[in-house]
Structures are given as C-alpha cells and as structure tokens.
C-alpha cells in the first residue's frame, strides 16, 4: 500500500507528532469509553466542519452504539490565525436536538475560545446532555477552562495539520498529524 509519509511531503512538513496508527488504536480506546457512557441511550454526533471529518468518520466507525450524525460549521471573526471569540454559523445543525444526547466531535482545542461558544450556543437548545470530544487539545494555549470528556492527544503549542486539520486548506488529507515546517507559514 502506498504510504505518505513526512519524507514524501518534501519539506513543508517538520516531523509527523502523531501516526495513523496512534490515532486508531487511540480513537478504539475512546470509542469503548463512549460506549459504555451512552449504552441503551440514542446518540447523536456532531462533527464541527471541516477539521473533525477524519476523527468523526473514523470515531463513528469504532463505536458500538448506534448514532445519528449531524455537522455544524463555525468560523471565528477576526483576521489572522488567532481565534476572537466570536463566531459566525456557516452552516446550522439540520435537527432539533432539544431532548436529545449529544456528543461534539472536534478536531483540535486550542484558545478553547471557539468550543466555549459553541457549547454555550448548544447547550441554550435545551440538549438532554451535552458532551465534547476532541481528537487534539493545546494545554499551552487555553484562554478558557472547558470541561472535555474525551481527550485524544494534548499536544505542544505548535501549528499542527493533517487529518482533517490545514494549513490555508491544505493537508487535510494526511492520515497523519504532523507539524509544518515554518517557512510553509512565514515563519
Ligand atoms: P480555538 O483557538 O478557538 O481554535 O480553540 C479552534 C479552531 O482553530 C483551528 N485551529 C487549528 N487548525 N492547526 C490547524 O490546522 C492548528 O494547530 C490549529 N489550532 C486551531 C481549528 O479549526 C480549531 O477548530
Ligand atoms: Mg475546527
């Protein structure tokens, strides 16, 4: 099978922080957590587009419980790579979750700016419980304390890409997480 790994990106990439195969075996340890949180219970996950597409569609599959799936995209004010903390919808939640469990599935927690108001926003819709899930978390750079049940990795305070996260839309598909190189970002 052909393989991309840190070498094949040529010089954008650092080093690789997390591999694919950390990332499954780490994803089976959560989902079974997740299982036995939610058994005999309807589960609905929200992905938040378009950084958690790799960790929701790879979660959903480890999972024993059977779920319902919506997606929610988010984007924060301001210029520059820093979240504001205000943030727009771009695209709502086609169901009502009053009533209902519901699991956010994220790609990385960084300020926690952008989770914060998101939990806030679902949380006002009246949800049965309202839990998060975030494959990465920057313990460096939190501007909020946000209590996160599911942890995949914490990781350094450094620009990561690769599954599902990018850099200016690009990355997105690496099956691995890895850190760019500075000058692939001005620095
Ligand atoms: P905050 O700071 O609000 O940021 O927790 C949340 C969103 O910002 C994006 N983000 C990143 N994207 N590499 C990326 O590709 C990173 O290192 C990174 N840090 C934050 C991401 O969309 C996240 O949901
Ligand atoms: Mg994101």
Same mark, same amino acid.
């Given at each position: &099978? &052909? *393989? @991309?790994?840190?070498?094949?990106? =040529?010089?954008?990439?650092?080093?690789?922080?997390?591999?694919? #195969?950390?990332?499954?075996?780490?994803?089976?340890?959560?989902? #079974?957590?997740?299982?036995? %949180?939610? %058994? !005999?219970?309807?589960?609905?996950?929200?992905?938040?587009?378009? =950084?958690?597409?790799? @960790?929701?569609?790879?979660?959903?599959?480890?999972?024993?419980?059977?779920?319902?799936?919506?997606?929610?995209?988010?984007?924060?004010?301001?210029?520059? +790579?820093?979240?504001?903390?205000?943030? *727009?919808?771009?695209?709502?939640?086609? +169901?009502?979750?009053?009533?209902?469990?519901?699991?956010?599935? %994220?790609?990385?927690?960084?300020?926690?700016?952008?989770?914060?108001?998101?939990?806030?926003?679902?949380?006002? *819709? $009246?949800?049965?419980?309202?839990? @998060?899930? +975030?494959?990465?978390?920057?313990?460096?750079?939190?501007?909020?304390?946000?209590?996160? $049940?599911?942890?995949?990795?914490?990781?350094?305070?450094?620009?990561?890409?690769?599954?599902?996260?990018?850099?200016? #839309?690009?990355? *997105?598909?690496?099956?691995?997480? !890895? +850190?760019?190189?500075?000058?692939?970002? !001005?620095?």
């Amino acid at each position: &099978m &052909m *393989r @991309v790994d840190a070498k094949d990106m =040529g010089a954008d990439l650092k080093q690789v922080l997390i591999t694919k #195969e950390e990332i499954d075996a780490r994803l089976a340890e959560l989902a #079974e957590k997740i299982d036995a %949180e939610y %058994e !005999g219970k309807d589960l609905l996950i929200v992905g938040v587009l378009k =950084g958690a597409v790799m @960790v929701m569609a790879d979660l959903a599959r480890a999972l024993s419980t059977p779920v319902t799936m919506d997606w929610m995209a988010v984007s924060s004010y301001g210029a520059g +790579t820093q979240s504001s903390g205000v943030v *727009r919808i771009l695209k709502d939640l086609d +169901t009502d979750i009053k009533g209902k469990h519901v699991l956010v599935v %994220e790609d990385i927690i960084d300020s926690g700016l952008t989770l914060s108001w998101l939990i806030s926003n679902l949380g006002s *819709r $009246e949800p049965a419980s309202l839990k @998060v899930c +975030t494959l990465l978390r920057k313990p460096e750079a939190a501007k909020v304390d946000i209590d996160v $049940e599911w942890v995949g990795f914490d990781i350094p305070n450094e620009f990561v890409v690769g599954y599902g996260l990018d850099y200016a #839309e690009k990355y *997105r598909n690496l099956p691995f997480v !890895g +850190t760019l190189a500075p000058h692939v970002y !001005g620095g």
